[in-house]
T-cell receptor
């Protein structure tokens, strides 16, 4: 249970184009979704937190106009990388809180999207 | 704000040997602690978590960890590793208010025959 399906798994795009990454919660309602970015051989850095029906909260240093996050429903959150450039190439992972009670609290993660901008 | 320190960036070990991956955290509030494993180009898989109760937590694949509040540590251990345990391991912390996860820098476990 508590699966987040992330698509695409990998994408190659040309510099200047936009790319949309989707995360769908398959068997639960994801009130809160987190978006992380991971550079090769590095840790996961939180980019933003999105709550269903409201604007995303971005971490310091993350360009909100470049990384557009939409969380219009309880089962779908999207990250759009606008006007992508080679430096945006990275591994992007979404995550949702599951088990909101203190006994079952945890997080589930999407399988990640490898973005390569050429 | 919380932070997590994983002092060992890489830990080489021989198959069937025991291993300990170290994790220390910093927080001014009560925390939840997690260990995740990541294989190349994949998402994260939960190994174990500490929410409350017994400080010794047992997880999947024979891993366990002990929460030590006085030393602010949550070290991961396995008594006998396999080749298939070769992966990246991340320690993470969140406060108990249903907030974001903060990750350590990761430890690469390299198991050789």
């Amino acid at each position: 249970g508590a699966v987040v399906s992330q698509h695409p798994s990998w994408v190659i795009c040309k510099s200047g184009t936009s790319v949309k990454i989707e995360c769908r919660s398959l068997d639960f309602q994801a009130t809160t979704m987190f978006w992380y970015r991971q550079f090769p051989k590095q840790s996961l850095m939180l980019m933003a937190t999105s709550n269903e029906g409201s604007k995303a909260t971005y971490e310091q240093g993350v360009e909100k106009d470049k990384f557009l996050i939409n969380h219009a429903s309880l089962t779908l959150s999207t990250l759009t990388v606008t006007s992508a450039h080679p430096e945006d190439s990275s591994f992007y992972i979404c995550s949702a809180i599951i088990g909101w009670d203190s006994a079952n609290y945890g997080y589930t993660f999407g399988s990640g999207t490898r973005l390569t901008v050429v | 704000a919380q932070s997590v320190t994983q002092l060992d960036s890489q830990v080489p070990v021989f198959e069937e040997a025991p291993v300990e991956l170290r994790c220390n955290y910093s927080s001014s509030v009560s925390v939840y602690l997690f260990w995740y494993v990541q294989y190349p180009n994949q998402g994260l898989q939960l190994l174990l978590k500490y929410l409350s109760g017994s400080t010794l937590v047992k997880g999947i694949n024979g891993f366990e960890a002990e929460f030590n509040k006085s030393q602010t540590s949550f070290h991961l251990r396995k008594p006998s590793v396999h080749i298939s345990d070769t992966a990246e391991y991340f320690c993470a912390v969140s406060n108990t208010g249903f907030q974001k996860l903060v990750f350590g820098t990761g430890t690469r476990l390299l198991v050789s025959p």
